[in-house]
């Protein structure tokens, strides 16, 4: 990211483990093909290759920096430990069927603008649920690039919220009484046919 070029590698041990994430992914994709093929050519012999494809869905919240930054626990942990839940939780639906506020469409925005610039076609973007939560999602890819694209939005995300004044939070469960961040996961399988 900006000024340095980032290569997805994979490490291994000289026994042969992998040290890494990007082995397993691999191997599993394969193990995936291969069974998958084998089905397929019940059917169609002409099936020569199976491809995984991945469509993830990003949610995270925004805060802005200032109120981050006055609460210790959300600095020091990514989430509220304590004090008490919102006097607005999600109940009334008027977020995620509200309009999107200025500065956060912005923020998205650049996003977008940035994620297009690495080749990252980020296709939706909406209100969540709960009070400034937020989604995004791109386009359907195969398995092993929407992963490292994925990983790779994340940071971006990340150092964009803060040119936007705000704090990006990725944690699971961040605030009591409302939804939390989840990654929707939609994949499916395709053929060479």
Known sequence: VDDTLCIPTVFISYTGEALDYKTPL???????DKAAVEVCRLFDPKVNKVYSYLGWEQ????????????RPDLNLT?????GHESA??????????????????????EVEFEAYKYG??????????????????????ETNLSIDQNLLVM???????????????????????????????????????
């Open 120 to 141: 990252i076609p980020l296709k939706t973007r909406h209100n969540e649920v709960a009070p400034n939560q937020f989604e995004l999602a791109p386009v359907f890819g």
């Open 26 to 32: 691999l191997k599993a994709l394969s193990a995936v």
């Open 59 to 70: 949610e995270y919240f925004l805060v802005d920096q200032a109120l981050y930054d006055a």
């Open 155 to 193: 940071s971006l995300m990340h150092r964009l919220a803060a040119k936007h004044h705000f704090r990006l939070v990725l944690h699971e469960k961040p605030f009591a009484g409302v939804n939390g961040s989840g990654k929707h996961n939609n994949w499916s399988l395709g053929t060479d046919t």
């Open 78 to 82: 990514g989430r509220t430990l304590m």
């Open 88 to 109: 607005k939780n999600q109940q009334l639906e008027d977020h995620y069927f509200g309009s999107i506020p200025p500065r956060v469409a912005a923020f998205m925005r």
